[in-house]
């Protein structure tokens, strides 16, 4: 009869068992502090699993609220016939009170198995209210301590927008003003004055001014040349002094008797400029020799030193050149704003 009722039993399949097992870190807390609580469930390998869900609006039970959970964690045993999955509920709460926890709900194949209860202590902060010394006020905002490396990058921005709007401006300017963006000087070679006064003169016999029955232009442009050469010679402004300013201002340069016969050439040009004296044209000849021999007397040689010289290249503008211009002032102008929202973008995190 025992054999019988033993061959009975064996020949039923034997359901495969379903085990829900619920942990939790530490049954005691205080208010506001976290704690996980571990749902593990063990079944046939390929079983559908459905673990309990929670959100902000559905607590385990009033009081214990659910922060986060994590993704089942699945292991297998028994050469993969088995399976643990494991799922983490990160809980917390802010009420001082014992809590019962009551079997968490699990799903395998849409058939329900329930885990085991827990218990959880929420404890509160004893604070001595007749001792008020002990209880301190919020702390105030602490700043970050200053660093140099958060504003090398804001620096670094600066300077180039410095030089972006620097350059934009220069470019903008000439291109409306229709100036070359690079000037090309021509060095002049130094011409010691008294050269500059005799090639004067000699333009003065080319143009025959001396034979003129005008005497005004010839006098005029040869007291020009004087006075010319002699600011150039002994440095001051002989272009705005009167004849007897001159003669009195050079008394201290030069000899007596050079200075008669210069006296008397201006006296004689003003006497033609503003007296509309008639002169001979001998008179003429004596006042152009006594203002060649008063350079003779009076110049002072200088040593030719070789200088560098260079031709002057006006820039001509090509329609090309103009297209490249602008696009680099839209390049620069999207190079400032882009600079402009980074710098702003960093300083707002730097303030925050």
């Known amino acids: ?39 593990e469930v063990s079944a046939d390998a390929g079983k559908a699993v459905e673990f309990p869900q929670y959100d902000s609006l559905r607590q385990i039970l009033p009081g214990v609220e659910v922060l986060n959970t994590t993704e089942p964690d699945t292991e297998y045993l028994n050469d993969s016939k088995r399976m643990i999955l494991t799922k983490r509920y990160l809980v917390t709460s802010f009420d001082s009170a014992l809590y019962y926890i009551p079997p968490m709900e699990v799903k395998v194949d849409g058939k329900p198995y329930a885990s085991n209860h827990l218990a959880l202590k929420v404890l509160t902060v004893d604070i001595d209210t007749l001792a008020t010394d002990s209880i301190y006020p919020f702390k105030a905002e602490m700043k970050p301590a200053f660093s140099w490396d958060d504003w090398k990058p804001v620096v670094g921005m600066c300077a180039a927008l410095l030089l972006l709007l620097a350059v934009l401006v220069y470019v903008l300017v000439r291109l409306i003003t229709n100036k070359p963006i690079i000037h090309r000087i021509r060095l002049r070679q130094h011409i010691a004055p008294h050269k500059v006064a005799m090639q004067k003169i000699e333009q003065i016999k080319e143009e025959k001014l001396v034979q003129s029955e005008d005497p005004k232009e010839y006098y005029t442009q040869l007291t020009d040349t004087l006075r010319q050469y002699i600011s150039d010679r002994f440095g001051f402004n002989a272009m705005e002094m009167t004849s007897a300013e001159i003669i009195e201002r050079l008394q201290a340069e030069s000899d007596e008797e050079a200075l008669s016969e210069l006296r008397e050439l201006f006296q004689t040009a003003d006497l033609v400029k503003f007296a509309k004296y008639i002169t001979l044209i001998n008179e003429n000849d004596r006042n152009l020799v006594t203002a060649v021999e008063y350079i003779n007397q009076t110049k002072i040689e200088e040593e030719v030193k070789p200088q560098p010289a260079e031709i002057v290249v006006e820039e001509k503008r090509s329609k090309i050149t103009k297209a490249v211009l602008i696009g680099g002032i839209v390049v620069a102008s999207a190079a400032i704003v882009l600079l402009l929202v980074l710098l702003g973008r960093r300083l707002y995190y730097l303030f925050i």
């Open 1 to 39: 009869m025992f054999f019988a009722c033993t061959a009975a039993l064996l020949s039923i399949p034997v359901q495969a068992q379903v085990a829900v097992d619920a942990k939790i870190d530490s049954t005691r807390i205080l208010i506001g502090e976290q704690v996980s609580i571990t749902l």
